[in-house]
């Protein structure tokens, strides 16, 4: 008596099931590891966002503002991002890696010289996306002389510029990180 013929398995009836478990196996498993989603270990394996998330994922924003305001607090960088993070921004340049996070640092401090320098970020927008999550926030830059040689003069507050940032952050150590941040300059 002949099998019929399996039309998924070429070979047919002549295939034992041991067989075609093991080419099932090795279809599959080199399939999945072409996918990006696909997680390397189970601690990196994707889950829907939480609440929890969302919050670590607003403070984070938090966290960058703080980073790039507050004067010796430019090191922070380094845990805000990821090794390989790209950075874009109109204002301050293009940057990659971790020598671009260093320079960018540099850059920071340079900018806030003579001037306090608020990063007012809003309307933070969290949505999943591939292996990460999309931030996308408003924010309002403000700008004050700082104290020295013009103390007896009034520190008047201006809004230098506006604009959007448009994130993708990704869990790494346990912690959220920027991998990509772009900025985008609101026009006059």
């Known amino acids: ?25 090795a279809l599959t498993s080199s399939a999945l590891r ?5 997680p390397r270990t189970l601690t990196e394996a994707r889950m829907p966002l939480n609440a929890e998330d969302r919050i670590e994922l607003h403070e984070l924003m938090a966290r960058y503002a703080h980073a ?39 850059v920071v401090a340079g900018l806030r010289e003579g001037r306090i320098g608020r990063h007012l970020i809003t309307n933070v927008r969290v949505s ?24 007896a003069e009034p520190r008047a507050i201006q809004v230098t510029h506006s604009g959007s940032y448009d994130c993708f952050a990704v869990r790494r150590g346990g912690r959220w990180r920027l991998r990509r941040r772009t900025v985008t300059i609101d026009s006059a």
């Open 1 to 25: 008596m002949q099998r019929a013929r399996n039309r998924f398995y070429p070979c047919g009836a002549s295939c034992s099931r041991s067989a075609r478990s093991a080419r099932e196996l």
């Open 34 to 38: 072409n996918y990006r989603w696909v």
């Open 68 to 106: 790039i305001d507050v004067v010796g607090a430019e090191s922070a960088v380094f845990d805000i991002f990821t090794d390989d993070a790209e950075l874009d921004s109109p204002a301050s340049g293009r940057f990659a890696g971790m020598d671009g996070l260093r320079h960018f640092a540099q």
């Open 128 to 151: 999943e996306e591939g292996d990460g999550a999309r931030l996308c926030a408003c924010y309002i830059h403000t700008s004050t002389p700082a104290r020295g040689a013009a103390a």
